[in-house]
């Protein structure tokens, strides 16, 4: 590891000191002294020599944000005629180098006048002892360390309190190394299934495709009651009791018979044609006489067949209330499948949860067995008392950190568990919900059937006591067959009489015809409308097969997403198992868990539980000086640390590089103990 140390520094009126020389022969040293005698001073001049700027970031200047370089009095005015210096002898990777800078006043003389005036300030640069120009100075301490490099390993505030958590992340997965995929799911076995999704491709790039994929169809699925309720708004009025089917008979009765008008209208015209003899008229009559008692056994078998079309369609209706009890009966057994499956599960769940209480139980019961005899593994002796407290005592430390570290490992896997048994809970939950849906359907089912069952008895029953001596057409259509037999007992005698009768049933059909064409207009219009109605609820039963089916795939994606979200844990896992091996005193929390369950990245230092920005005034310190002890060995180099109010702690973590404390005494002046050797020097 490449190593910068300061050997010796000397200040001369930088800030307020007049002449201080430190002697750190490159060792680590403590600085002591009250409040304001320049502690944070000597770190100051330190950043200085190097960036010209301050610990805090100030450069060189007057005003009160910019880095006072100069001596004031007590009235605190600045004393002219000073020069300020900063002077430090370093082992820069293993080579000796003297650096300076000498900060010092401009005066100017003008023209005209006798005095001179203060026209700035100017900086000379020094290395071993030579003069040199701002640039090579520069380019001298960037070859040797990059500024944010400097920051990072030697202010062990820095990282943890002005990085942005997103450049400490990526700090530390530089440190440790990020993980691939294909370990993360070969570390949990209920990943397996995600490596038929992630070909070619990443499970991040996958998460985000299946989000992207849920909306899209959350999305489709929030508009499909929008437009069922749309479709079902547009459909017109219409009497819930006229059937389309039987409408549609109806119409063509109206057809055909309207057709029968036309040709009885028709024959009506060629009778009164063909009234020129007697033997055409008695033909002609006789005619009428066939077809009327033809059309009287007609009406009596149409009568009988009108009541076994309606109890055929009863029956269909029946049918298809049975086939709809079957489905729904097929659904429920699917969904009690299910839940079976799924409370199978979770009694597994629940016994692993078990065997891990007991597994927690017996490891928390375990305790350490300590052989009371040591010897030296050399000469066989048995060691020095205080040599065997001090190797039981590490044993024991030893086995407590395993032993904690086992037992957290037990409950973040319970912990784990419970959360998978609270999401199969509510599957089971959301099943038995379509189960009872299905019950109330068959119910509804069961009530609609009764009611069928209870038409075709009395359909059957009307059929049963039909008298075709009631029905208005059989009578008159009789009526009509008796008096064509009375003309042809006659012919010549009605041959006037039946002209005009002629007449006067063409004008009868016309008027009938007439009327039944605006019925058939109607019953037109009505149909329009069924037709309507029937397209629109085809499309409604269309758009809800698509909400089901949207359902189905939304529910495979939710699936798809928690194995993500499984994946992310068990990587959250594994990298800050894998970060956080690189530090001491400090953990890091790499990720957060969301309300809803997702995982947000983060990097927040913690120390036993708490995180950084709660930390006590003796924790923060430590834990930027565990920081930059993997950082050190992350970058392979290390420089002088700085640490400020040493004072409120007990005890420091131990650094790697060279460490210069700074602790608030009751001393009146700086002192400084470098290797438990201490001496007083003046400001």
Not at 189 to 208: A, G, M, P, W
Request: glycine share 4%; proline share 2%.
């Amino acid at each position: 590891m490449k190593t910068i140390k300061i050997h010796s520094l000397t200040l001369k009126n930088f800030k307020g000191i007049k002449d201080l020389s430190i002697d750190f022969n490159g060792c680590d040293a403590n600085i002591f002294g009250r409040n304001e005698l320049g502690k944070t001073t000597v770190y100051d001049s330190f950043w200085y020599l190097f960036f010209d700027k301050d610990s805090q970031g100030k450069s060189p200047g007057t005003k009160d944000n910019e880095l006072n370089i100069k001596t004031r009095d007590l009235e605190g005015n600045y004393i002219h005629g000073l020069d300020h210096s900063v002077e430090a002898n370093l082992d820069v990777f293993g080579e000796m180098h003297k650096l300076k800078k000498l900060y010092k006043e401009k005066w100017t003389k003008k023209r005209g006048h006798s005095e001179r005036i203060l026209n700035g300030h100017t900086t000379d640069y020094f290395i071993d002892e030579v003069p040199v120009k701002k640039k090579d100075y520069d380019e001298y301490i960037s070859n040797i360390i990059d500024e944010d490099l400097f920051k990072l390993i030697t202010n062990n505030m820095y990282f943890n309190e002005q990085l942005h958590w997103t450049q400490r992340r990526q700090i530390l997965l530089d440190i440790c190394g990020d993980i691939d995929d294909e370990t993360v799911i070969e570390s949990n076995k209920k990943l397996l299934k995600l490596k038929e999704h992630i070909f070619n491709t990443s499970v991040d790039e996958f998460r985000k495709k299946v989000k992207a994929k849920k909306k899209l169809l959350n999305d489709e699925l929030k508009q499909i009651p929008v437009r069922i309720d749309e479709l079902t708004q547009s459909l017109p009025e219409i009497n819930e009791n006229l059937n389309v089917e039987t409408l549609s008979v109806k119409k063509r009765e109206l057809v055909e018979t309207i057709a029968q008008y036309d040709t009885a209208i028709s024959d009506v015209d060629k009778s009164i044609f063909e009234f020129s003899n007697i033997q055409t008229v008695f033909d002609q009559k006789n005619k009428e006489l066939g077809e009327a008692k033809r059309a009287l056994a007609n009406i009596e078998y149409e009568l009988a067949e009108e009541s076994k079309r309606e109890v055929s369609l009863l029956k269909k209706k029946l049918n298809n209330l049975t086939d709809d009890t079957v489905e729904e009966n097929d659904r429920i057994k699917h969904f009690k499948k299910l839940i079976e499956t799924t409370n199978q599960r979770i009694n597994e769940m629940n016994e692993e949860i078990v065997l891990l209480r007991n597994k927690w139980e017996a490891v928390s019961n375990e305790q350490m067995e300590i052989q009371e005899e040591f010897e030296c593994p050399v000469c066989h002796q048995g060691l020095p008392e205080d040599m065997k407290n001090d190797k039981i005592n590490q044993l024991k430390s030893n086995f407590e950190k395993d032993k904690d570290k086992r037992l957290k490992a037990i409950n973040a896997k319970g912990k784990q568990l419970k959360d998978d048994i609270n999401v199969t809970e509510n599957l089971v939950k959301d099943y038995q919900e379509r189960i009872d849906t299905s019950e109330l359907k068959i119910k509804g089912i069961r009530e609609q059937k009764a009611k069928i069952e209870q038409q075709i008895k009395e359909t059957d029953a009307k059929a049963d006591s039909m008298d075709v001596n009631n029905n208005p057409k059989y009578i008159e259509m009789a009526a009509k067959v008796a008096q064509l037999e009375k003309d042809l007992d006659s012919p010549e005698d009605g041959v006037q009489d039946e002209k005009t009768k002629l007449l006067d049933k063409k004008t009868e059909l016309q008027k009938e015809r007439f009327r039944l064409s605006e019925k058939l207009s109607e019953l037109n219009t009505i149909l329009e409308s069924s037709n309507q109605i029937e397209r629109t609820n085809k499309r409604i039963e269309d758009l809800r097969s698509q909400e089901r089916e949207l359902s189905n795939q939304i529910a495979e994606l939710e699936g798809q997403e928690f194995m993500t979200e499984e994946f992310i844990r068990s990587k959250v896992n594994l990298l800050e198992s894998r970060i956080n091996e690189k530090f001491d005193f400090v953990k890091f929390k790499m990720f957060n868990i969301l309300g809803d369950g997702t995982l947000d990245e983060t990097c927040t230092a913690m120390v036993k539980g708490v995180p950084y920005s709660n930390l006590n005034n003796a924790a923060r310190p430590n834990s930027g000086i565990d920081v930059i002890n993997a950082l050190t060995n992350l970058y392979g180099v290390s420089a002088p640390v700085f640490v400020d109010n040493v004072e409120s702690i007990n005890d420091v973590v131990k650094c790697n590089s060279q460490m210069i404390k700074l602790s608030v005494s009751l001393d009146e002046k700086l002192r400084v103990e470098i290797e438990k050797e201490s001496e007083r020097l003046g400001a």
